[in-house]
DNA sequence: CTTATATAACTGACTGGTCAGTTATATAAG
DNA sequence: CTTATATAACTGACCAGTCAGTTATATAAG
């Protein structure tokens, strides 16, 4: 293996390990991936991989902590940009399918909820860090969407959460349960109708919604 | 201990030990689970416990598939048994909060994600067999309530996915995020909360939608 | 442009401990 | 005495983490 001198090199090499770390978690779970598997799948030794962290829990919760973080302030971002409650709703519920399909965030969920026993830290961080970040931008949608007089919500917070239920749903379904085609859910149109369901249920005024 | 010699102490050693099994692989996740603690914990030795179950693999696969059975056939009934399609929906969404707090369900689904990698013909049969079922029960509801005029469905099979994320969301909520109880959460407020919702959704006056 | 020296990245054999599964032995019950 | 149930000591495989040694690369000296 060629050498990682410069600083950009080396933090290459760390992000592959990363990335070969989640695939091992993954499909084996924490405690039955082997650190020499890990290494040899970023074209390394195990004791390179030692270079870089210091022990399986450290590699552990520098994979998760790492992963979170673009798409927290890229749901931020979606749901505090939007001209109206109703936009950002449309932006957020088509944002979704990308974040399924196309970001290791579902495997990296996957790997957090099947190893949270092991790690109960990490997982109280990632709730205050991640989950109660998320829940908030979306409550303060709804918030909003009240104050201005599109949406008609009572509690926001508890309406955030069947907001968000259908995309761990979708995650844990695609990584999980979607192993065989047959099984394959088509998640434009699983979104597209959950926008519309949520539009109607919490539309402003009854005699008049559209 | 004392000698399980009848057919029924046999069984009720039995069940003491899945349980014990749970427990062990829903702390410690199924490689890290120790047999010898899982036969403690049911206050046997190791070797009685290899007199109940051939393998590690066989505990969990039994585990997996004992306990999932009767809430199906509740669920079942629960749908078919109402009178109209809005009262199965008020019978599932006012059932949701004790599946999720008085049975092991949440912590079996927990076990199985967790470790679905290393048993993909276990997650195969719980699809077919657990997961399609009560989504096919849903979703009849559904087209009942379409045929009677009761509801506006557009996509019956879709839309059940999206009857049942909250119950996903608050299974996976109550075992992993739920450690401290500042992040409790009302499953009553959060049900009766999605029961309105998804009958205002799917409300099927046409003079309020469209 | 060599060649020598220094440095840090990297390797893989080894160790200590763990644990699934086996088996020789003990004992309760008929 | 015989059989079924239970135990605990045992075995063999496995793996995280270590470390003595190797090698690629940078740089200084000739």
């Known amino acids: 293996m060629l050498r990682a001198r410069t600083p950009a090199a080396k933090d290459e090499r760390r992000q592959a390990l990363l990335k070969a770390a989640l695939d091992e978690f993954f499909d084996r779970g924490f405690t039955a991936a082997r650190m020499d598997d890990i290494a040899?799948?970023?074209g390394l030794?195990?004791?390179?991989?030692?270079?870089?962290?210091?022990?399986?829990?450290?590699l552990f919760i520098?994979?998760?902590e790492t992963v979170a973080a673009p798409n927290v302030e890229k749901v931020e971002h979606l749901a505090a940009a939007a001209p109206s409650a109703t936009a950002a709703l449309h932006a957020l519920?088509?944002?979704?399918?990308?974040l399924i399909r196309e970001t290791p965030l579902p495997r990296v969920v996957k790997v957090l909820l099947a190893d949270a026993g092991a790690f109960p830290d990490v997982v109280?961080?990632?709730?205050s860090q991640v989950i109660d970040r998320v829940l908030a931008a979306?409550?303060?949608v709804l918030?909003?969407?009240?104050?201005?007089?599109e949406l008609a919500v009572d509690d926001p917070k508890l309406t955030a959460r069947l907001v968000v239920a259908p995309v761990l749903l979708s995650?844990?379904?695609s990584v999980v349960f979607e192993i065989d085609p047959e099984a394959r859910v088509d998640l434009d149109a699983l979104f597209a109708l959950h926008k519309k369901m949520l539009l109607h249920a919490l539309a402003a005024n009854p005699d008049a919604a559209k």
Do not use: V
Not at 124 to 127: I, K, T
């Open 45 to 58: 030794s195990k004791g390179a991989l030692y270079l870089y962290f210091d022990s399986k829990d450290a």
């Open 40 to 42: 040899r799948r970023a």
């Open 138 to 140: 979306i409550a303060a």
């Open 62 to 64: 520098a994979l998760i």
């Open 171 to 173: 995650a844990i379904w």
């Open 93 to 98: 519920t088509g944002f979704m399918p990308h």
């Open 124 to 127: 109280r961080r990632y709730r």
């Open 143 to 149: 918030e909003r969407g009240k104050r201005s007089g």
